[in-house]
Nanobody, 123 residues
Framework: VQLQASGGGLVQAGGPLRLSCAAS????????MGWFRQAPGLEREFVAS????????TYAHSVKGRFTISRDRAKNTAYLQMNSLKPEDTAVYFC?????????????????WGQGTLVTVSS
């Protein structure tokens, strides 16, 4: 499974941005998908995850209420709608396909990773 993340860029604080993650194979449609991020000098951290059918989702506390994860199984694509962005949201965002169908926040639960897309939020 190959993943292609897109949609990153420069945005002002308070603005929105939408990330997309396209998976190369239909097999990903039966697995959880997640978003993680990594800021310079910091470890990769969990952002959001959705289960195989997009019904059950989980979020990091820092983004809950501002970010929304969704997926289109027919298109093998996951999305991350980010609203009310803050400078501390600046990071490279990675999408991943889970090893199982349930949503998860642990990186060990993910088998495939995309290359990342940079999100920069200016103050």
């Amino acid at each position: 499974v190959q993943l292609q993340a897109s949609g990153g860029g420069l945005v002002q604080a308070g603005g929105p941005l939408r990330l997309s993650c396209a998976a190369s194979k239909r097999t990903s449609s039966n697995n959880a998908m997640g978003w993680f991020r990594q800021a310079p000098g910091l470890e990769r951290e969990f952002v959001a995850s959705t289960d195989w059918n997009g019904i059950s989702t989980t979020y990091a506390h820092s983004v809950k209420g501002r970010f929304t994860i969704s997926r289109d199984r027919a298109k093998n694509t996951a999305y991350l709608q980010m609203n009310s962005l803050k400078p501390e949201d600046t990071a490279v965002y990675f999408c991943a396909v889970g090893r199982r169908s349930r949503a998860a926040s642990d990186t060990a639960e993910y088998a495939y990773w995309g290359q990342g897309t940079l999100v920069t939020v200016s103050s």
